[in-house]
């Protein structure tokens, strides 16, 4: 089993930045592929960026490019997602993701390990 815990959420003004942390504890081993995904009020889950261990993979949604950089460091098992630029549509709780399988890009069903979520909230 591999649990993941998120931090580093919070509340910032538009045009702020802040960064998001995923520490992964137990059969991390076995990781292939680690993403962060969000989830706004009223909405689907949707993929935002997302790595493969070895960092020579990574994917980003067409919203978040040139502004958000998804980052992995294997010695700490931790996985960084830095945000630049925020907007207020980038409200939402964001959750650490893992996969085993040989898939790493953003859709939802590959990843099978979850962390609880962190809130980020841009006001305007």
């Known amino acids: 089993q591999v649990q993941l815990v998120e931090s580093g959420g919070g509340s910032v003004q538009a045009g702020g930045s802040l960064r998001l942390s995923c520490a992964a504890f137990?059969?991390?081993?076995?990781?292939?592929?680690m993403g962060w995904f969000r989830q706004a009020p009223g909405k689907e889950r949707e993929g935002v960026a997302t790595?493969?261990?070895?960092?020579?993979?990574?994917y980003y949604a067409d919203s978040v490019k040139g502004r958000f950089t998804i980052s992995h460091d294997n010695a700490k098992n931790t996985l960084y997602l830095q945000m630049n630029s925020l907007k207020p549509e980038d409200t939402a709780m964001y959750y650490c993701?893992?996969?085993?399988?040989?898939?790493?890009?953003?859709?939802?069903?590959?990843?099978?390990?979850w962390g609880q979520g962190t809130q980020v909230t841009v006001s305007s």
């Open positions: 993701a893992a996969a085993f399988g040989p898939f790493c890009g953003l859709p939802i069903y590959a990843y099978k390990a």
């Open positions: 137990g059969y991390t081993y076995n990781i292939f592929c």
């Open positions: 790595i493969s261990t070895d960092g020579d993979t990574t």
